[in-house]
């Protein structure tokens, strides 16, 4: 509980007693305490420029509110806040789910990640200018999988749905599984955290078709290589080997164990 409900009993200059929720009576600064609007809704709202008080408990407890009703997603004005709900929701990502959002206006539908795709892609094609997604959050928040999402919905919109064989989309998706083999490691607070930086580009024609990708990497962190600390693991490629060598290299695959496990 970073912050406490409570309310408030006196107040003296600016010091001010209030009886919290878990019942102690605290006086403290008027400067550490932040009003609460008692008509908010127990679900919270799904823009955070909504709420009467827009300050750090607010947004938590808005946060709070709907994640505790399965709602991940929350948008303040343009951005998109992503709460990781370390489960798969297979419901939200489907391609229903595409085909709503699609061509949908921003703050329409319930806040999500093919919404912030969508205005992009359509941007993009309304005037002619490049746009950009940037993902940022702390290690295990869920970047890696909202891009992933990002990814699937604009190769969505941009595929030739009915071309056989490997398209550029479709490689750009399959690109994710080769790319985090060789920079995902398991680490204390992510069991496939990127331990590099990346930077992806996908280029489309005027008709709004993907004519092309790139994707640049940053900053691989090279140490883990040879040093790995206590309950962390080495790239995930290297168990994909061990994992998928034949039998008659099993003495080998033994000694690279007990090397990277
Ligand atoms: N939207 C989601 N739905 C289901 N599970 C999720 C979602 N977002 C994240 N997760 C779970 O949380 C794990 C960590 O997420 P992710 O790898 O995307 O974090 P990250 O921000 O990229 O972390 P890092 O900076 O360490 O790479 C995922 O492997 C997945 O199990």
Known sequence: EAWIDGEVLKVNGDTITVKCSNEKTVTAKASHVHAKDPEESPCGVDDMTKLAYLHEPGVLQNLKSRYDMNEIYTYTGSILIAVNPF???????????M?????????????HPFAVADVAYRLMLNEGISQSILVSGESGAGKTESTKM??????YMGGKAATE???VE???LQSNPVLEAFGNAKTVRNNNSSRFGKFVE?????????SGAAVRTYLLERSR??????????????????AGSPESLCESKLCTRKLFN
């Open 87 to 97: 489960r798969r929701l297979p419901h939200l990502y489907d391609i229903q789910m």
């Open 99 to 111: 085909e709503q959002y699609k061509g949908a206006d921003f703050g329409e539908l319930s806040p």
């Open 150 to 155: 990002i990814m699937r919905y604009l190769a």
């Open 165 to 167: 064989g490997r398209t």
């Open 170 to 172: 479709k490689q750009v």
């Open 202 to 210: 996908i280029q489309f024609d005027q008709k709004g078709r993907i």
């Open 225 to 242: 290589v040879c040093q790995i600390s206590e309950s962390e693991r080495n790239y995930h490629c290297f168990y994909m080997i061990c």
